[in-house]
């Protein structure tokens, strides 16, 4: 008999084919943070014909903006996103990584401005994306970061 | 309004036609010719930094225009960093002149300063960041002594790591049609990061390899506080040093450069040879930062 590792929901938004073990940095990406008022749900290291191993967070009640969405690909291209409204998904697509974020990564340079304490600045970075590869270069000093998972803010 | 952050900013025409008019405000430069231009214009020269020659140069380049100068020395930057920010100082200056010069220890300042400014503001060197001012002024100085950017072959020797002016002018010439010659210690090799950007014309090298084929010699100090420590400094120092010995080979047309101060990477029995060109090239940063403030201002 099969199983649901996690319930259906009635009306929200599920993050299908996070890569392994990333689920809390999804969270982290949309700002769900402790204390949050909403429902969320997360499966870990779930078995997946396609992956071998997936995450999946869903959201009760609410549906995310894209915007916000596409912020996953930074760390997760192969993300799905269903919108699911009376239990039926009402939209479905792949997130794609923005252009430019602000506030979602961190610079690793010490001594970029964009570190600077009391200062009003907002971390900015381009992002880009070489098939599955996707790198970010600091708006402000230019550092070019790699491996975007270590510097989510 | 058009501000000057990053060399990276500019693309080929931008460049050339900056070069092409310093060249017109070389003789008021020198003081032969007077122009005004910039009568009735104030500039804001901003320096957290201590800096000499970059400070100067633009306050001379704005007053053989005409213009005037307000300055903020690193000492009186002190003060107003204990309780001011940055965002703060800007959006206060930038009330008082037309443009503002930045020289700051932090990497994207001056972008930052841009972005909180009501007037243009010029990068005067921002930490181990961007100075393309001086990038402008090294160009001008090969196109003046060399006669062309297009063609020639530059060794750049010392510490290509830390050097904020090596990596500006390494991308500013990767526009042009140039065979770049890296030569430094190992350990102040050129980043990864930046030999991926300019691939192409540029190889490591040994100078005794290359000096008789190089039309320039770029020769950069190897600065101790860019170093985490002082037994790592001492290390590398001196181990890159220029003598008129080492120039036996060279054409007799190739110029030695440097972005001066200097220490002791080059000996003072280069200055009398004919390829010494590094005073002159300090003196084109008045033309070259003239041609910028006018841009910006007028």
């Known amino acids: 008999m099969k199983e649901l590792v996690v319930s259906k929901i009635r009306e929200g938004t599920v993050i299908d084919h996070i890569s392994a073990g990333k689920a809390l940095l999804v969270l982290r990406i949309l700002k769900i943070q402790p204390g949050t008022a909403l429902t969320v749900s997360m499966a870990m290291n779930v078995p ?12 009760e009640g609410m549906f995310i903006k894209d915007e916000e969405l596409n912020k996953i690909a930074l760390i997760s291209p192969n993300a799905t996103i269903n919108l699911i409204k009376d239990y039926v998904i009402e939209r479905k697509f792949k997130v794609h990584p923005p252009e430019v974020v602000e506030d979602v990564l961190k610079c690793p340079n010490h001594a970029c401005i964009s570190n600077a304490e009391r200062e009003p600045v907002k971390a900015k970075f381009y992002i880009k994306r070489e098939g599955m590869r996707v790198t970010a270069r600091c708006h402000y000093c230019g550092r070019k970061i790699e491996n975007l998972d270590d510097y989510i803010s | 309004m058009r501000h000057l952050i990053s060399i990276s900013d500019l693309d080929r025409e931008d460049i050339s036609y900056i070069l092409r008019k310093a060249e017109e405000f070389e003789d008021v430069a020198t003081g032969k010719r007077k122009l005004r231009i910039l009568e009735g214009k104030i500039l804001g020269n901003l320096f957290f930094e201590p800096s000499t020659r970059t400070r100067m140069s633009f306050e001379v380049a704005m007053k053989r225009l005409g213009g005037d100068v307000i300055n903020m020395t690193a000492q009186e930057a002190t003060s107003i960093a204990k309780g001011e920010t940055l965002a703060d100082t ?3 200056v930038s ?12 990497e994207g300042a001056a972008r930052f300063a841009a972005e909180n400014s009501s007037v243009p503001v010029i990068n005067a060197g921002d930490g181990a960041g961007q100075h393309p001012t001086q990038t402008l002024l090294d160009l001008y ?25 090596i990596h500006s002018l390494i991308r500013a010439l990767a526009l042009f049609d140039v ?19 300019v691939r192409g014309e540029v190889k490591r090298a040994r100078l005794e390899d290359v000096i008789s084929e190089i039309d320039v010699l770029y020769v950069t100090r190897i600065q101790k506080e860019r170093f985490p420590d002082e037994e790592e400094y001492r290390k590398v120092s001196g181990s890159y040093r220029i003598t008129a010995e080492t120039l036996k080979k060279a054409k007799d047309e190739m110029i030695v450069m440097h972005p001066l101060p200097r220490v002791d990477e080059i000996h003072p029995s280069v200055d009398t040879t004919k390829h010494a060109r590094y005073f002159q090239q300090s003196f084109y940063g008045v033309p070259v930062r003239m041609a910028i403030l006018s841009e910006v201002m007028l």
């Open chain 1, 48 to 59: 997946s014909k396609k992956m071998g191993r997936k995450d999946i967070v869903k959201v």
């Open chain 2, 90 to 92: 800007i959006r206060v």
């Open chain 2, 95 to 106: 009330g008082y002149c037309d443009a503002i010069v930045i020289r700051h220890p932090l």
């Open chain 2, 141 to 165: 100085t090969i196109k003046k002594e060399c006669g062309r950017l297009d063609g020639i072959t530059i060794a750049l020797m010392g510490d290509l790591k830390y050097s904020r002016t």
């Open chain 2, 179 to 197: 065979r770049i010659y890296l030569i430094s210690p190992e350990a102040l090799a050129l980043p990864e990061d930046i030999m991926e950007e």
